[in-house]
Nanobody, 121 residues
């Protein structure tokens, strides 16, 4: 079994900051990419940021310069530091990880349960 637990969502005022965390646990041999998607009401889920095992990062244009993704490979954890938050950042944020459960297995995507981020005054 593999489990991803994400946390850190909250209500914050515009211009504020939040740090999301997501820890993977269970039967894990290797993790390739990790990252975050978000889904706002009545909108499609969109990729926010991702980071590879070699720490190569990718960001949505809407968050470049404001969000920073990082990972701790020893802890199987990915973080999303969100600064200068805007009302349009309001969404449920889901972490994901590409996980290989044992040597030679295929990599499969696993998801966290989601954490609510609300940016409002």
């Amino acid at each position: 079994q593999v489990q991803l637990v994400d946390s850190g969502g909250d209500l914050v005022q515009p211009g504020g900051s939040l740090r999301l965390s997501c820890a993977a646990s269970g039967s894990i041999f290797s993790i390739n990419a990790m990252g975050w998607y978000r889904q706002a009401p009545e909108k499609q889920r969109e990729l926010v940021a991702s980071v590879t095992i070699s720490r190569r990062t990718n960001y949505a244009d809407s968050v470049k310069g404001r969000f920073t993704i990082s990972r701790d490979n020893a802890k199987n954890t990915v973080y999303l530091q969100m600064n200068s938050l805007k009302p349009e950042d309001t969404a449920v944020y889901y972490c994901y990880a590409e996980i290989q459960r044992y040597r030679g297995a295929y990599f499969s995507n696993y998801w966290g349960q989601g954490t609510q981020v609300t940016v409002s005054s």
